[in-house]
C-alpha cells in the first residue's frame, strides 16, 4: 500500500507539471506538444488508476509510454538546443500548420521590448520600428528546463511503477500458491 502512496505522489507531480506544459503549449500553438502532453496526461490518469485499484496491466502501459515520453522531451531538448540536426526555428512544433513559436520566446522572465528606430528613419516619412527583446534566460533554455523536469519526474515514475508491478506480482503469486 505504501508503494501505491508512492507512485500516486510521483503521478500527481507528473499531472501538474504535464497540465503547466499543456497550458504553455496552447499559448504558443504548438500542436504536436498539445496531442502529446494530452495523451500523458491521460495515460498518468490510467496509471494512478491502475496503482489504486492494483491493476496491474494499466501500470504496465503506463511504463511503456514513460519510456516515449522521456524519448520525446529528449527530442524537445535536442530541438531546443539545435542538436542532431534540428532546429528551433523549424515548425515541427506547430505541424506546418502555423508559424507560431514557444511562448516564452515573448513572455520569458525578464523580457522587454526595446523599440529600436531603424538606421533609415530619416529618409522615411514614418520611421519603422525594430523589435529587440532582451530576456534574462533565453526561451530555449526554459523549454530545455522543461523538458528535464519532465524527464527526472518520468524516470523516478518508471522507477517507482516497475516496483509496483513487482509487488503486484509478489502478491499474486502469493494468492496463487496458498
Known amino acids: 500500500m505504501q508503494a501505491c502512496d508512492a507512485v500516486a505522489h510521483k503521478h500527481t507531480a ?3 507539471t504535464g497540465v503547466e506544459r499543456q497550458v504553455f503549449d496552447f499559448l504558443g500553438y504548438q500542436w504536436a506538444p498539445i496531442l502529446v502532453n494530452f495523451l500523458h496526461i491521460l495515460v498518468v490518469i490510467l496509471g494512478l488508476f491502475g496503482a489504486v485499484q492494483y491493476q496491474p496491466r494499466y501500470v504496465i502501459l503506463y511504463i511503456v509510454w514513460t519510456v516515449f515520453w522521456v524519448t520525446w522531451n529528449v527530442f524537445i531538448c535536442c530541438l531546443y538546443l ?6 528551433k526555428e523549424s515548425n515541427y512544433l506547430s505541424l506546418g500548420l502555423s508559424s507560431y513559436h514557444s511562448w516564452w520566446k515573448d513572455n520569458g522572465p525578464g523580457c522587454e521590448n526595446k523599440n529600436l528606430q531603424t538606421t533609415r528613419w ?16 533565453e526561451y530555449q533554455y526554459i523549454e530545455v528546463m522543461h523538458s528535464a523536469v519532465q524527464i527526472f519526474i518520468s524516470v523516478l515514475g518508471f522507477v517507482f511503477a516497475c516496483y509496483v508491478v513487482n509487488i503486484f ?3 499474486e503469486d502469493t494468492y496463487l500458491y496458498k
Open 122 to 137: 530619416q529618409h522615411l516619412d514614418s520611421p519603422a520600428l525594430v523589435t529587440d527583446m532582451s530576456c534574462m534566460l
Open 82 to 87: 539545435d542538436l542532431g540536426g534540428i532546429s
Open 14 to 16: 507528473r499531472e501538474i
Open 169 to 171: 506480482n509478489e502478491e
